[in-house]
């Protein structure tokens, strides 16, 4: 259900936000909408990660890694010899 706000900005802002709007192909209401719905987001706990930490989730599960300096020498030594 949409309802109606009323918000009080600098003019130069709107007008620059009609223009990014306009070349987005999104009306500055649907502008406005996501941004407030990203900000209210952000605060919310998230228990499942999005976007790129999705894609890249669990990626390198099961696989042993040697973190130890002495493990970090021997790939360099393997990679530049």
Known sequence: MS??????LDR???ERAKRYAQRRGVSL???VERYFTGLT?????RTE????????A???RGVE????????AEY???KYS
């Open 41 to 45: 987001r952000a605060d919310e706990a």
């Open 76 to 78: 360099l030594a393997a």
């Open 3 to 8: 309802t109606k706000l009323t918000l009080k």
């Open 12 to 14: 130069d802002v709107i």
């Open 65 to 72: 890694i040697d973190d130890s300096a002495e493990g970090y």
């Open 49 to 56: 990660p999005t976007g790129v930490v999705a894609e890249l």
């Open 29 to 31: 209401s649907d502008l």
């Open 58 to 60: 669990g990626l390198l």
